[in-house]
T-cell receptor
Framework: DQQVKQNSPSLSVQEGRISILNCDYTNSMFDYFLWYKKYPAEGPTFLISISSIKDKNEDGRFTVFLNKSAKHLSLHIVPSQPGDSAVYFCAASPSTSGTYKYIFGTGTRLKVLA | ETGVTQTPRHLVMGMTNKKSLKCEQHLGHNAMYWYKQSAKKPLELMFVYSLEERVENNSVPSRFSPECPNSSHLFLHLHTLQPEDSALYLC???????????FGQGTRLTVV
């Protein structure tokens, strides 16, 4: 039973446009959410996170939105650049339960076209 | 440069071999993790250590044996693996809960 889902396996966006990556979760205990970027043959690199007490967090070109009632989060990249082409993973954690656990989605492959 | 270093980067082993994967973190974190990434699957959490004590064991077969001698080092001992165990094995560390985890580059394991 997958608790974190990324339903779009791939996404293509023109350079300069907005990339929107989506993620859904099922476990109401999750209260901390993260996005990672992964290039081939490398480990995931942390991008941005959000706590459930917020609905938006911004860091440069990256913004994460959280809709707790819908159990949905999204990552917006504006403007998209060719170097953003990678696989993006959404992850969730039940941090206030005291357990050390990050549950990942299957990833979305983003391709930014020059 | 990563604060989490994994060795080796690539490993090919036979089903009767015994090998170990090593992970070292230089970030002063107190929790360390082993994840497995197989093709077309999400990253699967295998083991978690907090302050050198195992706090999570996600129904992993006994042919995988973790060891955490101190808060900076984590090992994954492998013995009598199966071809389906071939995957990318990722180590991560974090400073408590509610913070981001940092990953190493991974070990690409092939079991023949």
């Amino acid at each position: 039973d997958q608790q974190v889902k990324q339903n779009s396996p791939s996404l293509s966006v023109q350079e300069g446009r907005i990339s929107i990556l989506n993620c859904d979760y099922t476990n109401s205990m999750f209260d901390y959410f993260l996005w990672y970027k992964k290039y081939p043959a490398e480990g995931p690199t942390f991008l941005i996170s959000i706590s459930s007490i917020k609905d938006k967090n911004e860091d440069g070109r990256f913004t994460v939105f959280l809709n707790k009632s819908a159990k949905h989060l999204s990552l917006h990249i504006v403007p998209s650049q060719p170097g953003d082409s990678a696989v993006y993973f959404c992850a969730a954690s039940p941090s206030t339960s005291g357990t050390y656990k990050y549950i990942f989605g299957t990833g979305t492959r983003l391709k930014v076209l020059a | 440069e990563t604060g989490v270093t994994q060795t080796p980067r690539h490993l090919v082993m036979g089903m009767t071999n015994k090998k170990s994967l090593k992970c070292e973190q230089h970030l002063g974190h107190n929790a360390m993790y082993w994840y497995k990434q197989s093709a077309k699957k999400p990253l699967e959490l295998m083991f978690v250590y907090s302050l050198e004590e195992r706090v999570e064991n996600n129904s992993v077969p006994s042919r995988f044996s973790p060891e955490c001698p101190n808060s900076s080092h984590l090992f994954l001992h492998l013995h009598t693996l199966q071809p389906e165990d071939s995957a990318l094995y990722l180590c991560a560390s974090s400073h408590g809960t509610g913070t981001e985890a940092f990953f190493g580059q991974g070990t690409r394991l092939t079991v023949v």
